[in-house]
């Protein structure tokens, strides 16, 4: 009985960290474009280099 007596102050100390990254995390942006990054990798990003090269 005297764990659970520990243990509650200690979840609620994490449970309130977790709380407060997870409010600077949406403060900060880093929810916004949950669609852009996911498809970004299917993106070519190549054809930048090759007409780069052309040129020259």
Request: proline share 2%.
């Amino acid at each position: 009985m005297n764990v659970i007596y520990s243990l509650i102050p200690g979840m609620m100390f994490f449970g309130l960290l977790f709380l407060a990254i997870l409010v600077w995390a949406v403060k900060k942006g880093q929810y916004e474009d949950m669609e852009g990054e996911g498809s970004r990798i299917l993106m070519d990003d190549d054809d930048d280099l090759l007409h780069k090269d052309s040129k020259k």
